[in-house]
Structure formats: structure tokens, C-alpha cells
């Protein structure tokens, strides 16, 4: 009987999960993450200074860190990239106030540190490029992905005047960015686990010579 039941459970997720999209009101773009190319990663981080971090923090995130992770000289990530007069060891933290933002937006952003392992890097991607004219709304825009967003579209101009294919790259860029920031050390922990590997195939080798000598004496 209760074998029943649980049949029946995973049957009815099935049918009413049927018509559930995986972006909102679409089906995700699909789309590949590499944090392996430091030049993708700082146009990325680029983009997001310039258009993202006047509202969303990343305050789990120290501006050096970030510099050193993706080979930036630290004086001119200072000159280009810091504006608020930040000193390169404090975390990425912004002065917007909840109660300004709610009045003004209507929401407050939310910190993005964790917002690729949150929502998943194609959400993301596939977010940035859903926006649509929509007068009803206070800024003229909707989202496919998040419907009545209270978020402007703040790439806007930039998507009218690339073409798509450029656009693409931007938003592709600034995702990677987003899930590098998410987790930092990813990088160096898939470098370990080659070392790691080698390692083991290394010691296994030997392993089975010295195997073979000793196999050799007991006969
Ligand atoms: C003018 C302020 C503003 C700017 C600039 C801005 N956002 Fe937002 N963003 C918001 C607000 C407000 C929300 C919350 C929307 C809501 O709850 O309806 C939001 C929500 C989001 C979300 C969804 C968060 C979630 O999981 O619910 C993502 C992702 C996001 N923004 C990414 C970006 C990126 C990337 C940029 C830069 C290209 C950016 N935002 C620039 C105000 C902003």
C-alpha cells in the first residue's frame, strides 16, 4: 500500500511538472560554463562593475581576491574598477539602502554572490536576454524568465546598438563571471584533481612493479 502511494506521488510531480518551464514562462537557453578564460572572465567582471554593482552587492567577494584570481594588477583594477573609494582588501559591499532601493525600485537586489549557484548559470544567461516592451510596467519592460521583475533593463542600450551575436557574448561572459564568483576556489580544485589523478596513476604503476618482484620470489 505504501508502495502504492508513493507510486501514485512520483506519477502526480510527473503530470503537473509536465508543463513546468525551465526559465519562467520559457525553457532555458542552453548554455556552456567556462571559468577557465581569464580575458571572458574580466570582460565579465567589467560588465558587471559598469552595469550590475551599483545595485548588487557581491559581498561575499573581496575586490583583491578577485583581482588576484583573475590576473589583474591590483593598481589598475584599483583605478578602473573600484569607485567608491573601496581599499582592494574590503568586500564587495555597495551603499544602496534597503528602504531608497524599495522606494525607488520597488525591491530590494539581492546579492548576487551566490545567485549562479542559486539559480543556475543558464537562468541567468537566459534572464539577461528576456527582456521585452511591456507598457504596463513601470520601466516598459518585462521578463520572459522573471515575470514583473522589478528590475530595469539595464542593458538596454547596449543590446540595441550590438548585434546579437555580441550581446550574447557580453551576457555569456558576465554569467561566467558570476559563477567563478560563486565559487572562487573551483578553479584550483579541478587543477588539483589532474594532480590528484596523476598521482594515483603514478603510485599504481609502481605499485605493480613492486607487485610483480615480490610475485617473482615467491615462486
Ligand atoms: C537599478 C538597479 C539594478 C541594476 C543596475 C541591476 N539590477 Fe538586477 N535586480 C534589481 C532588482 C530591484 C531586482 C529584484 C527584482 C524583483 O524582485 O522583482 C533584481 C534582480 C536580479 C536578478 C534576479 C535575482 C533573483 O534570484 O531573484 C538577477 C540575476 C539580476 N538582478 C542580475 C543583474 C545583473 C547581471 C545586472 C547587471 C547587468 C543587474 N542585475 C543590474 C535591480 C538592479
Redesign the pocket.
Known sequence: MKLFSFLFLILTINVFGADEFSCGTIECDEFQVNISNNADLQNGLS??MN??Y???SLQYSRYKRVAEDLDIPIDLYVENLIYDGSKPGELMKISLSKDD?INW?G????D?TL?AR??KPEW?YT??KSYYSDSSRPYGVNNLV?KN????H??EDLQASLPEENYNKVISD?TNFLVYVSDPSARERQQMGVYVLLFLFLFTSFAFLLYREYKKELK
Open positions: 560588465t558587471y552595469y550590475c551599483g545595485c548588487h532601493a525600485l525591491a530590494y537586489p539581492p548576487l545567485e542559486v539559480r541567468i534572464y539577461l522573471y521583475v522589478s528590475m530595469p539595464v542593458l558576465l
